[in-house]
């Protein structure tokens, strides 16, 4: 799948679990850039995205997530 549409489907969870589209996406985008991003978010974030795709993430995949370019890299590997 092309990162264009991976980073679609993840501003659509973004925005679904924040509840605004106050960001832009871009692959250094960090949760400290976007408001509301908090550790409890994060976690909605993550399974929101585990839905989307219908991927599970393993522990290593997320400690290898740094922004979104790295979060888009390891959905590429699991799609």
Do not use: C, P, Y
């Not at 522990?59 to 370019?69: I, M, S």
Request: aromatic share 6%; hydrophobic share 40%.
């Amino acid at each position: 799948m092309e990162a264009d549409i991976i980073k679609e489907k993840i501003s659509n969870a973004l925005t679904t679990i924040l509840g605004h589209d106050d960001f832009e996406l871009h692959d250094e985008l960090t949760a400290k850039d976007v408001d509301g991003w908090d550790s409890l978010s994060h976690m909605m974030i993550i399974t929101k995205i585990e839905e989307e795709f219908n991927i599970r993430f393993k522990l290593r995949d997320l400690n290898k997530l740094k922004n979104l370019g790295s979060l888009v890299s390891v959905i590429q590997s699991k799609i």
